[in-house]
C-alpha cells in the first residue's frame, strides 16, 4: 500500500498487475513457507521459477494427451524444459527446508534436529496443500485403486 501511495503522490503510474502478483505471491509464500519471497536474491529467483512453471503449465504437453506422440516433447525440448525447472524448484525448496531447520534448532535450547525435521514436516506439509498438485502421474508399478486396476505406465490425473 505504502508502494502505491508513494507513486500515487509523485504523480507516477503503478502497474497494478505487478502489484497484485506480488501480494498473491507474498500471501501464498506465507501459508506456504513462513515467510515472504517478494524482494531480494531469493524473491528474484522464486519469481523467475514460478514464471517458467507457469509457461510450462500453459505449454502443450502432447505426450500426455497422445503417448506414442511423447517423443515431440522430447525433439522440442520440453522435457528437457521440465526437468531443469524441476531440478530448480528442488534446490529452492531445500534451501527454504534448510533454513526453517536452522532457525529450529537455533530456537530449541541442546537443538535436536531430527526433532525439528519433524516439527517442520508436521508445520509446513498438512494433509491436504493449501493448493492443488493435479499433475499427470504414471503408475510404475501394477496397483489396485478401489477396486479399479491401475496397469504399469498408466497416466492418470488425481482430481483433488
Known sequence: MKEIEN????????NLSEVFSSLTTD??????FGRKYSGG??????K??????????????????????????????????VDR??????????EIIEEHLHGQTQNREGG????ARQMFATETMP???????????????YVEVVGFDISVETRMTVNA
Open 7 to 14: 507513486s500515487a503522490s509523485l504523480s507516477l503510474t503503478v
Open 27 to 32: 500471501v501464498i509464500c506465507r501459508a506456504a
Open 41 to 46: 536474491e531469493s524473491g528474484w529467483k522464486f
Open 48 to 81: 523467475k521459477l514460478m514464471r517458467e512453471l507457469m509457461v510450462l503449465l500453459g505449454g502443450i504437453d502432447v505426450g500426455t494427451f497422445i503417448p506414442w506422440l511423447g517423443w515431440i516433447n522430447r525433439v522440442t525440448g520440453f522435457d528437457a524444459k
Open 85 to 94: 525447472v524441476a531440478k530448480e524448484f528442488d534446490e529452492f525448496l531445500d
Open 112 to 115: 535436536d534436529p531430527a526433532y
Open 127 to 141: 494433509l491436504y496443500p493449501p493448493f492443488p498438485l493435479l499433475l499427470p502421474r504414471q503408475a510404475t508399478e
